[in-house]
């Protein structure tokens, strides 16, 4: 059964067949500033698998890196998804998730990027950078 998601508004709602890739928390600083919070936990979702099934032309876009688009609802602000224009599959916010995907985060990705007040991020491994 498809996981269903959804931004803080409920404007934009999605359903995802599955995630793609284990559970990572991004400490990037554009994720910080985009999420507006120490870290954002990902993973990624085939566009195969990926639906939006309403409020999608709410879901406004954002390039915060040159071919990566950061996309949050234009009513409320949450970041839905992100993605590589160029790639196959999206990078899920998973916090969006209004279903339980089963699983939990695996890494810590771009820690060299951490707000200097961050402290409590538990025994998950952490990397300095990211995976592509
Ligand atoms: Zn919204
Ligand atoms: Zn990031």
């Known amino acids: 059964m498809a996981l ?3 931004c803080l508004c409920k404007t934009v709602q999605y359903e995802a067949d599955a ?27 085939a566009r195969s698998a990926f639906r939006i099934i309403s409020g999608e032309g709410r ?16 009513v409320c602000g949450t970041e ?4 590589w224009v160029d790639q196959p599959h999206v990078i899920l916010r998973v916090a969006t998730l209004d279903d339980n995907p089963g699983a939990s985060p695996v890494v810590h990705i771009w820690t ?16 300095p950078e990211g995976v592509k």
């Open 4 to 6: 269903k998601g959804s």
């Open 19 to 45: 995630l793609a890739s284990p559970i990572g928390h991004c400490h990037c600083h554009t994720c910080r500033k985009a999420s507006a919070s120490a870290y954002t936990s990902t993973a990624r979702v």
């Open 59 to 74: 879901l406004t876009a954002y390039e915060s890196t040159p071919g990566k688009l950061r996309r949050p609802c234009s």
């Open 80 to 83: 839905v998804l992100a993605e």
């Open 112 to 127: 060299s990027h951490d707000a200097p007040w961050l402290i409590d991020i538990g025994d998950v491994p952490r990397l």
